[in-house]
């Protein structure tokens, strides 16, 4: 190439490179920021509410500084710059975190698997409420209406339900199509944030003022313990800034950084301020500031719009459920479960029918249980801000172990943002009582859940190991009896490589055969989110008739055996689909007591296994080329 072509190649490549940052800049708007960008609906309303001067002006300017600094020391500088550092190769959330807080370790450990459990537990809590609150705000916007409010107000929980349920009802078909849409559709949404809260903000410029510090310190100090209450309503506007640190594998740290900056931080800001002006220009638009804002020939567009931005962020967190479960499954702490992908083309596009199911069911369940946005507020908040508390400490973890800081530095980083975790925290454990038990309940049912399934399999592995034959005493006794050969490649699935497979003894006990090829295959998930293509498999050759095969899967990433095994022919593995047999080992389990679980958790780990979904269709095996053989354990 000549320098010439090189000098007009290096900006086109330059403006390609550009396109993609801004393209991945518009989606973050919409995926990223739809749930922290519906905060507007609800926050100021809540958060005064509880102010003892209800619309005085220390009420207004106080409630808009706590926002503004919220956002400022929660999002921004704990988010943005400190925890998205904290990245797993790219991937961000508590079990990419958990994951590379293990792998800092160098060794598996008890607390930190704790806390990751927990964090995970936690955000389905979160993500039942998000949907719920967002769409019935908007939908509340029907009872605001100008004229024809009164007579719309009765068919606000239907209207809620109907966008709900068909939400749910088209999971199914993925968003791949529809998904390209939500960036510039949020992007609009936070321009008509900004244009209403500007017009408020020219008739008001003093709330302005309310940017100041002064205002939130005061407001607290003259509310006294009531001051719990206000910053618990005020955490709402943070709700959803974990989003920023568990899309980062989608989108890029520059991409959301630079969506929070310039679009969303600045856009909500104004709209906040907005209300705020409102207030103090009109005391009583204190009971429902954000629809009172909007101007009466735009009303309609505007309710429209605020329905699809919901709709958009309770996508969000939904595609993070089906995300988080993926997560969860791949690093053996839910059993397996129907994973399908809803594109072939688009990354990270799935859909978990049993996820679905009961997100639905949730939800629906919270609609009528809480019935308006204000009793859903209450229970919002404390699932959160629990979670937020993990990050904290296990990315202090990271700093410690990964970054290599020393414990003075850790600390001086860690302790301001637990601090300032803790604080909301406890400001939010008053909504216990008035519904955030909801979240902590289903939150702990989740840890049960996943506790035992871990337990539960790490002691059915134990137990497998100790009354299995070692797999070399096994090779050295068939080669000195070597039993009848069939033609063909027997693969058999393990998940002790070094223990003769359950399939192999009993294809040997009862069939009496041995293929002329055998492969012990065992499939791991490793602590980093994607393994490369040159490291998925690895061939150990233990016998001219048997190799051991390990093929490895990153956190993200589903597995899918044919491929893998595809790409051991480079490494001398002989693999003709049709010319191959997976040999399946399928446990029946009964509990028995005296074991290492109680009784009843025995119960519940045995019903885990029986609704585990088929290892045939998880790891992409032909159905026609398996052959099951079972035994029967106690665990």
């Not at 960008?37 to 706590?66: I, K």
């Not at 925890?83 to 008890?110: I, K």
């Not at 459990?117 to 979160?126: E, I, Q, T």
């Not at 002329?516 to 040159?534: M, Y």
Request: one cysteine or more; a positive charge.
């Amino acid at each position: 190439m000549s320098q010439i072509e090189a000098v007009g190649q290096a900006p086109a490549a330059q403006s390609a490179r550009a396109h993609g940052f801004w393209a991945l800049t518009l989606g973050s708007v919409g995926v990223v920021f739809g749930d922290i960008g519906t905060s507007p609906l609800y926050a100021v309303r809540e958060a005064l509410a509880h102010a003892r001067g209800g619309a005085s002006d220390l009420a207004v300017l106080g409630v808009v500084s706590l926002i503004f600094w919220a956002l400022v020391l929660v999002v921004t500088i704990k988010y943005l710059v400190v925890v998205m550092r904290a990245d797993n190769q790219g991937e961000g959330g508590t079990l990419a975190l958990m994951a590379l807080a293990q792998h800092a370790l160098g060794r598996r450990s008890l607390w930190v698997v704790v806390l990751g459990v927990c964090g995970a537990a936690l955000f389905y809590g979160d993500g039942l409420i998000t949907p719920a609150i967002s769409v019935l705000s908007a939908a509340e916007g029907l009872a605001a209406a100008p004229v024809v409010g009164p007579v719309l107000a009765p068919y606000v929980l239907p209207a809620a339900t109907c966008i709900l349920v068909a939400l749910f009802m088209v999971q199914s078909r993925g968003t791949a199509t529809v998904g390209r849409f939500f960036g510039p559709v949020t992007l609009v949404w936070f321009a008509v944030l900004a244009a209403m809260g500007i017009a408020y903000i020219l008739k008001e410029p003093r709330v302005l003022m309310g940017l100041s510090p002064y205002y939130g310190v005061r407001l607290l100090i003259s509310d006294g313990w009531l001051g719990l209450a206000i910053l618990g309503s005020v955490f709402l506007v943070v709700t959803g800034a974990e989003a920023l640190y568990a899309d980062i594998g989608h989108f890029g740290k520059g991409p959301i950084r630079t969506a929070w900056l310039a679009v969303a931080f600045p856009c909500l800001m104004l709209n906040y301020l907005g209300q705020g002006a409102l207030v103090l220009a009109d005391p009583a638009a204190q009971a429902d500031p954000f629809f009172r804002m909007i101007p009466a020939f735009a009303y309609w567009p505007v309710l429209a719009l605020t329905t699809a931005a919901t709709v958009i962020a309770s996508q969000a967190v939904i595609t993070g459920a089906f995300s988080m479960t993926q997560q969860a499954v791949q690093l053996g702490l839910l059993p397996r479960l129907d994973i399908r992908r809803t594109s072939e083309t688009v990354s990270g596009q799935i859909y978990v029918p049993q996820v679905n199911a009961l997100l639905m069911i949730g939800v629906i369940f919270l609609l009528y249980m809480f019935r308006n946005s204000s009793n859903l507020a209450a229970a919002y908040g404390i699932a959160v801000t629990a979670t937020m508390v993990i990050t904290v400490l296990l990315a202090f973890v990271v700093m410690r172990r990964q970054w290599g800081w020393s414990l003075p530095l850790a600390i001086a980083v860690a302790a301001p943002l637990l601090a300032l975790d803790l604080v909301f925290f406890g400001a939010n454990t008053l909504k216990i009582a008035q519904g955030g038990w909801f979240p902590l309940l289903l939150g702990a049912s989740l840890v049960l859940v996943m506790w035992t399934w871990r337990t539960g399999s790490e002691s059915l592995a134990a137990k497998s190991r100790r009354e299995s034959v070692p797999l070399a005493d096994l090779i050295r006794t068939l080669q000195a009896r070597p039993p009848f050969r069939v033609a063909g490649t027997a693969v058999f699935l393990t998940s002790d490589p070094d223990a003769a497979p359950v399939a192999l003894m009993h294809n040997l006990k009862h069939n009496r055969v041995l293929h002329e090829q055998n492969i012990i295959l065992s499939v791991v998930t490793s602590d980093e989110p994607r393994v490369a293509e040159d490291q998925r498999v690895t061939v150990e050759t233990l016998a001219p008739d048997f190799r051991r095969v390990r093929i490895a899967y990153g956190f993200m990433e589903s597995p899918n055996v044919p491929k893998a095994l595809g790409l051991a022919r480079r490494q001398g593995v002989r693999f003709d689909i049709m010319a191959t047999s997976f040999f399946l080992g399928r446990r029946s389990v009964v509990p028995t007591a005296g074991g290492s679980m109680p009784l009843w958790q025995d119960r519940l780990f045995v019903y885990l296994m029986r609704n585990a979904a088929n290892p045939t269709d998880f790891f992409r095996i032909p159905p026609g080329r398996v052959v099951e053989l079972g035994a029967q354990m106690t665990v």
